[in-house]
């Protein structure tokens, strides 16, 4: 079983930066991928950045320049730094694992004000 714990959402001002944490924990095959997705209530999940266990990433195009996903030393924690950010960016930002999955965090909502 697999389990997703997010942390790092918040209240932010327009301009501002957050870093979102993601923790994996169970059975994750060696080779997986970890990203962000974000929703606005009525609107579709989207892709915001994922990154491979071997290091390869991608970014949606709002998310490029602005946004920096990683990997932490153990492997199985993601972090997206946010900078520069805009109340348009304002979200529900879910953390992905697919390692057989795919499996979803809980969700942790960041607000951006202008």
């Known amino acids: 079983q697999v389990q997703l714990v997010e942390s790092g959402g918040g209240l932010v001002q327009a301009g501002g930066s957050l870093r979102l944490s993601c923790t994996a924990s169970g059975s994750i095959f060696t080779f997986n991928v970890m990203g962000w997705y974000r929703q606005v209530p009525g609107n579709e999940r989207e892709l915001v950045a994922t990154?491979?266990?071997?290091?390869?990433?991608n970014y949606a195009d709002f998310a490029k320049g602005r946004f920096t996903i990683s990997r932490g030393s153990a492997k199985n924690t993601v972090y997206l730094q946010m900078n520069s950010l805009k109340p348009e960016d304002t979200a529900v930002y879910y953390c992905q694992l697919v390692s057989r999955g795919p499996y979803w965090g809980q969700g942790t909502q960041v607000t951006v004000s202008s």
């Open positions: 990154i491979t266990s071997r290091g390869s990433t």
